[in-house]
């Protein structure tokens, strides 16, 4: 995905088309080309051709049902949310991609605000995300819509949560996080020295994060950086707060998920219980 060399392609009709998607995805699965067309102020033969452009693109996905509509692919979502997060100051120039997994797509990228930062693209309708779905009112909205509230949900939590060890957060467009490029490795892949302070100052952070009333919901060794410098906990688009349905259960289960690695990898052997009385603790 060079969304780079793709953005340079773009003419302004594109982006008035993509524009009127955008503000319909949340009443349409696929939005009418009538209402593109209308809402871009371009001809609707027009409209159908910057459409039929754009899809062999791969940018949007173009359908024929009871009427013809359009809606976002993935790569379409995320090139549209960096023109919103370009058009609004934030980022000047996007590099290479960093890494992709089911839940996101990261690309280093340049602020003139900010400096060197990351944009993080959220993904939905993967596997993983179902859980949450079932749990939140997303009924059967488009891929898309489920994406941007991803991408909301992790920005308000790190909003909450800034001055503690997650990254700093800049801003948040469609499905994309503007942040902070932390250089440090996921835990997973480095042998910590001193994995007794690790694991305390893990534990240390999610007892902060529920003083600040949320939950991670998904941590892992996969989403805790380390360096010499200390840790981070990263990638909260499933988080919850204090007080929500199912909160417990989750803050138990991200515990457990720690502990079971340091046991695993380090010989490390703490009580669940003990570790949830000290984060619950006012």
Same mark, same amino acid.
């Given at each position: 995905?060079?969304?780079?060399? /793709?953005?340079? *392609? ?43 452009? /754009? ?13 013809? %509509? ?6 379409? @979502?995320?090139?549209?949310? @960096? ?32 400096? #060197? ?21 997303? %009924?059967? /909205? ?21 001055? @503690? ?17 932390? #250089?440090?490795?996921? @835990?997973?892949?480095?042998?910590? #020295? ?10 240390? *952070? ?38 929500? #349905?199912?909160?417990? *259960? ?25 570790? /949830? ?6």
């Amino acid at each position: 995905m060079n969304l780079a060399e /793709l953005y340079k *392609e773009m003419g302004r009709h594109s982006w008035k088309i993509l524009d009127a998607i955008f503000k319909n995805l949340w009443d349409y699965e696929y939005v009418p080309i009538q209402l593109i067309a209308s809402q871009a102020r371009i001809g609707e033969e027009k409209a159908r051709n910057i459409l039929r452009y /754009l899809s062999d693109l791969r940018i949007v996905q173009n359908k024929q049902t009871e009427y013809e %509509g359009s809606t976002f692919t993935f790569f379409g @979502l995320s090139l549209y949310s @960096l023109h919103r997060l370009v058009r609004k100051g934030h980022v000047e120039a996007i590099g290479k991609i960093m890494g992709e997994g089911k839940e996101s797509a990261v690309f280093n990228c340049y602020s003139g605000k900010y400096g #060197e930062c990351v944009v993080k693209f959220h993904k939905v309708g993967h596997t993983s995300f179902k859980k949450v779905k079932e749990k939140r009112d997303y %009924g059967d /909205l488009h891929f898309s819509v489920l994406a941007i509230r991803s991408a909301r949900n992790e920005y308000r939590a790190l909003k909450k949560l800034q001055g @503690l060890a997650v990254p700093k957060v800049y801003a948040w467009e469609g499905n994309a996080v503007l942040m902070e490029l932390i #250089e440090a490795r996921e @835990l997973y892949r480095v042998r910590v #020295e001193n994995p007794e302070d690790v694991l305390d100052m893990i534990i240390e *952070e999610v007892a902060k994060f529920y003083r600040r009333g949320i939950v991670h919901g998904d941590l892992s060794q996969y989403n805790v950086l380390a360096s010499s410098e200390g840790i981070w906990i990263i990638d909260f688009p499933q988080s919850v707060e204090v007080g929500e #349905e199912g909160w417990k *259960e989750m803050l138990e289960r991200d515990v457990r998920n720690i502990l079971t690695y340091f046991n695993r990898t380090y010989r490390m052997e703490k009580d669940i219980n003990s570790v /949830l009385d000290r984060i619950m603790q006012e």
